[in-house]
């Protein structure tokens, strides 16, 4: 069946479909493609993205009030300083996205994903509110997750118990570590997801995320606590590899902004009707669709490689809805 039918079969589906097969990463294609993956990484780091939003967080962290190793051997107002530091861009950019998005409307339904608005006096959420539930495991639990991480290889820093390393040291390294960070994520992600939707895992903490079937700016890290143990686990990485602060800090902020992106429902920002920055990720809006398919990100292509992929195709769902029925029937 021609690649274009299948497309319409699930742009039924969907209120917005991007109109296009989602694809990987082409960095892992056989054989090579130099080109694709130019133009892939351009899309990252070269115009504005969730990539260069965290980039561009880390400096001003780094600028403004991140503590350098030598201050942090013990407890002080910079463990304050890195709270706030992730807990006001967090609530600016997720309250200024639903803001606009979702209260004031700003772009309508265009571009968005799924046309209903977030759950209201619905007891499936805490508050009987999406919006307020969503903020409430957001901040509570993901930002104190995340700076008790942060806090910790601070620390382990201030004392010589973490590796530590600088542009002055390891230009190469430095510059490199950036890129490769995104990868260990995928990784990381990939795994502690499908081990989250393990049954038991699933029930105890995964499905509090899930509640959120139609998505929003503060869906993205409304978690159980367990969960974000395991979310932020990625982090400890820094803890073994020699790192620096503007690492580590681009790394929280790649693991807290994005998800906010991701999550928006929308698939753009339209700024005079023109789609000006790319927001809503397809690839992970068709895993709280179908719940079984999609467990890691389009950086690396695990899900295809373990046949868990949906590149939004109506052949890709029928496929998905096989192996969730297998699933749920042994």
Same mark, same amino acid.
């Given at each position: 069946m021609p690649p274009e039918i299948d497309i319409r079969g699930e742009a039924d589906r969907w209120h917005y479909h991007p109109g296009t097969v989602v694809e990987n990463?082409? %960095?892992?294609?056989?054989?090579? /493609?130099?080109?694709?993956? %130019?133009?892939?990484? /351009?899309?990252?780091?070269? +115009?504005i993205s969730t990539t260069t939003l965290s980039l561009l967080m880390a400096v001003l962290a780094i600028w403004l009030w991140a503590p350098s190793p030598d201050q942090t051997a013990m407890p002080g107002g910079w463990v304050i300083a890195i709270w706030l530091g992730f807990l006001i861009p967090h609530s600016a950019l997720a309250g200024g996205l639903h803001l606009w998005l979702y209260r004031a409307k700003g772009q309508g339904h265009r571009l968005k994903y799924d046309q209903r608005g977030q759950a209201e006096n619905n007891g499936t959420f805490t508050f009987r509110s999406q919006v307020r539930d969503n903020m409430f495991w957001s901040l509570v639990s993901g930002i104190s997750f995340a700076t008790?991480?942060?806090? *910790?290889? !601070?620390?382990?820093?201030?004392?010589?118990?973490?590796? @530590?390393t600088s542009f002055a040291e390891n230009p190469v390294w430095w510059v490199a570590w !950036?890129?490769?960070? %995104?990868?260990?994520? *995928? !990784?990381?992600f990939y795994w502690v997801h499908r081990a989250l939707h393990v049954p038991i895992l699933y029930r105890v903490a995964h499905a509090l995320?899930?509640?959120?079937?139609? +998505?929003?700016?503060? *869906?993205?890290i409304s978690m159980?606590? %367990?969960?974000?143990?395991?979310?932020f686990s990625s982090l400890l990485i820094? !803890? +073994?590899?020699? @790192? *620096?602060?503007?690492h580590i800090l681009f790394h929280v902020y790649a693991f807290t902004l994005h998800p906010i992106c991701s999550h928006s429902g929308f698939d753009g920002l339209l700024v005079t009707d023109k789609k000006r920055a790319q927001l809503g990720d397809f690839f992970h809006q068709l895993h709280h669709k179908y719940f079984e398919c999609n467990y890691g990100t389009v950086e690396m292509p695990w899900? /295809?490689?373990?046949? @868990?992929?949906?590149?939004?195709?109506?052949?890709? @769902?029928?496929?998905t809805r096989a192996f969730k029925k297998q699933m749920y029937t042994k």
């Amino acid at each position: 069946m021609p690649p274009e039918i299948d497309i319409r079969g699930e742009a039924d589906r969907w209120h917005y479909h991007p109109g296009t097969v989602v694809e990987n990463n082409p %960095l892992f294609d056989w054989p090579p /493609r130099p080109r694709a993956v %130019l133009q892939w990484y /351009r899309a990252y780091w070269l +115009v504005i993205s969730t990539t260069t939003l965290s980039l561009l967080m880390a400096v001003l962290a780094i600028w403004l009030w991140a503590p350098s190793p030598d201050q942090t051997a013990m407890p002080g107002g910079w463990v304050i300083a890195i709270w706030l530091g992730f807990l006001i861009p967090h609530s600016a950019l997720a309250g200024g996205l639903h803001l606009w998005l979702y209260r004031a409307k700003g772009q309508g339904h265009r571009l968005k994903y799924d046309q209903r608005g977030q759950a209201e006096n619905n007891g499936t959420f805490t508050f009987r509110s999406q919006v307020r539930d969503n903020m409430f495991w957001s901040l509570v639990s993901g930002i104190s997750f995340a700076t008790l991480y942060t806090v *910790s290889w !601070f620390w382990a820093a201030g004392n010589g118990w973490a590796a @530590t390393t600088s542009f002055a040291e390891n230009p190469v390294w430095w510059v490199a570590w !950036f890129p490769l960070m %995104l990868l260990w994520g *995928s !990784f990381h992600f990939y795994w502690v997801h499908r081990a989250l939707h393990v049954p038991i895992l699933y029930r105890v903490a995964h499905a509090l995320h899930h509640r959120n079937v139609n +998505v929003g700016p503060w *869906s993205g890290i409304s978690m159980h606590p %367990l969960e974000h143990a395991i979310y932020f686990s990625s982090l400890l990485i820094h !803890f +073994v590899i020699p @790192t *620096s602060p503007m690492h580590i800090l681009f790394h929280v902020y790649a693991f807290t902004l994005h998800p906010i992106c991701s999550h928006s429902g929308f698939d753009g920002l339209l700024v005079t009707d023109k789609k000006r920055a790319q927001l809503g990720d397809f690839f992970h809006q068709l895993h709280h669709k179908y719940f079984e398919c999609n467990y890691g990100t389009v950086e690396m292509p695990w899900d /295809r490689w373990f046949g @868990t992929f949906h590149n939004g195709t109506a052949e890709a @769902t029928k496929r998905t809805r096989a192996f969730k029925k297998q699933m749920y029937t042994k």
